[in-house]
């Protein structure tokens, strides 16, 4: 017999069934793309199985199932993709499909229909379509990608941005410094220090980063591993209407679904493609080779101002540490164009400045801290 505490937990999750059923159908009708108007439509046929599992336990509670209004979230969603198209709100359904499984948890009834599992892979269907088609159409989408993935890829990106931070924060602190009126031999100090300080946090942080995502990436492989082991029927679907949504047939994705999961050796690394994005060979790369070029390409960019002081003091190191840093920042700001498709020159020129900008506040503020302290 079911306890007060049940029915209510019932009709909870019959809400949130019902919810996803009316956002779905939504995101169908706002869907210009065929292919993916029919993985939606599949998507609320499993919801709408749910729903049905969870009134017919009210049923046997004696309880009746209660009139369903859509929630404000479902109203505002389904109003958003009508409006925006089903790409702008697919991040969004994500994390609560990540919460719905989450909800499931425990859920004894839940679990036995595999409604956890299935609640799971809903929502890694609409983590790939977030990351990959955003609701545009096949053509369009390879077009815009084709586009982007000329013009730079992450290791530029990181390369640049970690020696831009290197210049930037140690031009800073060397013209603080300087400005509150130290040794040269202080400001040397204070320069190499800042250098080794900022390049060793930008290596730890980098280290990290990569090693809580190759864990990260780990973990979710032995889910699917598990996953493939226990519930194959369930993989190959949510494989097939992944492949529906690129644009294949209905009965071509199931068949290459099928086809790709039946041999042992290549359907941890097909799922973990398809469904997680996850390369199984590189699983986000080194830790140690991210961390050691992350330090080395920040000390690249703090080494420029600081190196004018090893040689030159007073006035002279100051007006060539900033000269360099000048040219630096243009150099870093030109770079930059290679991702962003802009003129050289212009995105060089605007670096430049902000940079010299920031400089000269810090090298005010050590004026003004080094007057009053000195007395």
């Given at each position: 017999?079911?306890?007060?505490?049940?029915?209510?937990?019932?009709?909870?999750?019959?809400?949130?069934?019902?919810?996803?059923?009316?956002?779905?159908?939504?995101?169908?009708?706002?869907?210009?793309?065929?292919?993916?108007?029919?993985?939606?439509?599949?998507?609320?046929?499993?919801?709408?199985?749910?729903?049905?599992?969870?009134?017919?336990?009210?049923?046997?509670?004696?309880?009746?199932?209660?009139?369903?209004?859509?929630?404000?979230?479902?109203?505002?969603?389904?109003?958003?993709?009508?409006?925006?198209?089903?790409?702008?709100?697919?991040?969004?359904?994500?994390?609560?499909?990540?919460?719905?499984?989450?909800?499931?948890?425990?859920?004894?009834?839940?679990?036995?229909?595999?409604?956890?599992?299935?609640?799971?892979?809903?929502?890694?269907?609409?983590?790939?379509?977030?990351?990959?088609?955003?609701?545009?159409?096949?053509?369009?989408?390879?077009?815009?990608?084709?586009?982007?993935?000329?013009?730079?890829?992450?290791?530029?990106?990181?390369?640049?941005?970690?020696?831009?931070?290197?210049?930037?924060?140690?031009?800073?602190?060397?013209?603080?410094?300087?400005?509150?009126?130290?040794?040269?031999?202080?400001?040397?100090?204070?320069?190499?220090?800042?250098?080794?300080?900022?390049?060793?946090?930008?290596?730890?942080g980098e280290w990290l980063s990569v090693q809580s995502s190759r864990e990260l990436y780990e973990h979710q492989l032995d889910i699917e591993r598990r996953e493939l082991n226990e519930l194959p029927e369930e993989e190959q679907a949510e494989l097939a209407l992944i492949y529906q949504a690129k644009g294949i047939a209905p009965e071509e994705a199931h068949a290459l679904a099928e086809r790709l999961?039946?041999?042992?050796?290549?359907?941890?690394?097909?799922?973990?493609?398809?469904?997680?994005?996850?390369?199984?060979?590189?699983?986000?790369?080194?830790?140690?080779?991210?961390?050691?070029?992350?330090?080395?390409?920040?000390?690249?960019?703090?080494?420029?101002?600081?190196?004018?002081?090893?040689?030159?003091?007073?006035?002279?190191?100051?007006?060539?540490?900033?000269?360099?840093?000048?040219?630096?920042?243009?150099?870093?700001?030109?770079?930059?164009?290679?991702?962003?498709?802009?003129?050289?020159?212009?995105?060089?020129?605007?670096?430049?400045?902000?940079?010299?900008?920031?400089?000269?506040?810090?090298?005010?503020?050590?004026?003004?801290?080094?007057?009053?302290?000195?007395?």
């Amino acid at each position: 017999m079911a306890s007060k505490s049940d029915v209510v937990r019932y009709r909870e999750n019959l809400k949130a069934e019902r919810d996803a059923i009316a956002l779905y159908e939504r995101l169908a009708e706002a869907e210009p793309n065929p292919d993916l108007t029919a993985v939606y439509h599949k998507l609320a046929d499993t919801e709408r199985r749910h729903a049905a599992a969870w009134e017919a336990k009210l049923r046997a509670a004696g309880e009746l199932a209660p009139a369903y209004g859509p929630s404000w979230r479902t109203r505002v969603l389904g109003w958003l993709a009508q409006r925006l198209g089903p790409g702008f709100v697919l991040p969004t359904i994500v994390g609560l499909e990540q919460n719905a499984s989450n909800d499931y948890r425990g859920q004894p009834e839940a679990e036995a229909q595999d409604m956890l599992v299935e609640e799971r892979s809903h929502a890694r269907i609409f983590g790939y379509l977030s990351r990959t088609t955003s609701g545009l159409e096949g053509s369009a989408l390879a077009r815009f990608e084709g586009r982007h993935r000329a013009t730079g890829g992450n290791a530029l990106r990181a390369g640049v941005l970690g020696a831009n931070d290197g210049l930037v924060s140690v031009f800073s602190l060397v013209m603080g410094v300087a400005g509150a009126g130290v040794s040269s031999r202080l400001i040397l100090l204070t320069g190499f220090a800042g250098l080794l300080a900022g390049a060793l946090s930008m290596a730890l942080g980098e280290w990290l980063s990569v090693q809580s995502s190759r864990e990260l990436y780990e973990h979710q492989l032995d889910i699917e591993r598990r996953e493939l082991n226990e519930l194959p029927e369930e993989e190959q679907a949510e494989l097939a209407l992944i492949y529906q949504a690129k644009g294949i047939a209905p009965e071509e994705a199931h068949a290459l679904a099928e086809r790709l999961l039946s041999d042992e050796a290549t359907a941890l690394d097909t799922l973990a493609r398809e469904e997680l994005g996850i390369d199984p060979q590189a699983l986000g790369g080194s830790a140690w080779e991210a961390a050691i070029t992350s330090f080395l390409l920040f000390a690249v960019g703090a080494i420029i101002p600081v190196l004018p002081y090893v040689f030159l003091t007073g006035t002279a190191g100051i007006i060539t540490s900033a000269a360099l840093s000048a040219v630096g920042l243009f150099t870093i700001g030109a770079a930059i164009t290679l991702m962003t498709g802009r003129r050289p020159v212009v995105s060089g020129m605007r670096q430049a400045l902000f940079g010299l900008a920031a400089a000269a506040i810090t090298f005010g503020v050590g004026r003004l801290i080094g007057v009053n302290v000195g007395g």
